[in-house]
């Protein structure tokens, strides 16, 4: 599924060509992805301009001038193609400016879109409850301390809690705990504020990375232009079980199963 650095890869690629355009064409090619389009999805947008791009944790925002946001969702496999030579038969959602095309191609169609208010977007049901931006100034090692009081549960799952932080997910978490020495087991309670203060600064430095090397590209996931990110090849833990640590001192990369997802971790130099 594309991470928070593969959507906001996404929207600085949609915001090159249509930040301040006009929308003069849309058309919905199916009734549904994961969820149904919206019903006005087409008024809404035909004719509106396009004042910013931007994300919330993992979901691309649209704003228009009209006072309507378009959110959209990527889900497993959904990425935008600009100006695509061709049609695809998963080209579900096209938009058109005077200028270029964009087609929201999902051939899994695990991805949606909504239409909100802008106004109300922060009372949006999935936005409401949603913790701090990891690349944002309210996230920091007191706010961490806080949520984690007394909590039993481990700090790895903690993390993924889009209540305590919005939008980070299993490979950014991996990657920021090893990069801390943080064991992902530990009980979230009983990590040290001095250990926060240096987690967080490192949770942003790979969000960062990953968005300056275009994400990930874990299985179908592109940028629109087509290109594929190249973060994977810097990846210290994440799918690395039985290769050494790339610490002088770590030990070999495990792996094992938290919450129904894998967890990869160095067992020497995480603790």
């Not at 938009?95 to 802008?118: I, K």
């Not at 530990?186 to 001095?194: E, N, P, T």
């Not at 090397?213 to 990110?229: H, K, M, T, V």
Request: with cysteine; glycine share 8%.
């Amino acid at each position: 599924m594309p991470e928070l650095p593969e959507v906001e890869t996404t929207v600085r690629g949609l915001a090159r060509f249509l930040q301040g355009q006009r929308i003069v064409r849309v058309a919905v090619n199916r009734p549904d992805m994961r969820r149904p389009f919206p019903p006005d999805l087409v008024q809404a947008l035909t004719g509106a301009r396009i004042n910013s791009l931007g994300r919330r944790a993992k979901y691309g925002l649209l704003h228009t001038d009209r006072d309507r946001t378009m959110i959209f969702h990527l889900g497993m496999s959904g990425r935008w193609r600009i100006d695509p030579e061709a049609p695809d038969k998963h080209d579900h959602l096209v938009l058109e400016t005077a200028d270029h095309q964009f087609a929201l191609c999902d051939p899994r169609r695990f991805g949606w879109v909504d239409l909100v208010d802008t106004p109300a977007l922060d009372q949006w049901p999935s936005f409401a409850a949603m913790g701090p931006e990891p690349l944002g100034d309210l996230l920091t090692a007191r706010h961490l301390r806080s949520a984690f009081k007394d909590r039993k549960q481990s700090v790895k799952l903690m993390l993924l809690d889009q209540r305590i932080v919005a939008g980070l997910g299993n490979i950014y978490v991996c990657e920021a705990l090893w990069r801390a020495g943080i064991n992902p087991r530990k009980a979230a309670g009983r990590v040290s504020l001095k250990a926060l203060e240096r987690l967080v600064p490192e949770i942003r430095s790979v969000l960062e990375q990953s968005i300056r090397d275009g994400g990930s590209s874990l299985r179908d996931y592109a940028r629109p232009d087509g290109e594929l990110g190249y973060f994977a090849t810097r990846f210290h833990v994440y799918g690395r079980e039985g290769e050494p640590c790339h610490r002088e001192d770590g030990g070999v990369i495990r792996r094992f199963t938290q919450g129904g997802r894998s967890t990869w971790y160095c067992p020497r130099c995480q603790r």
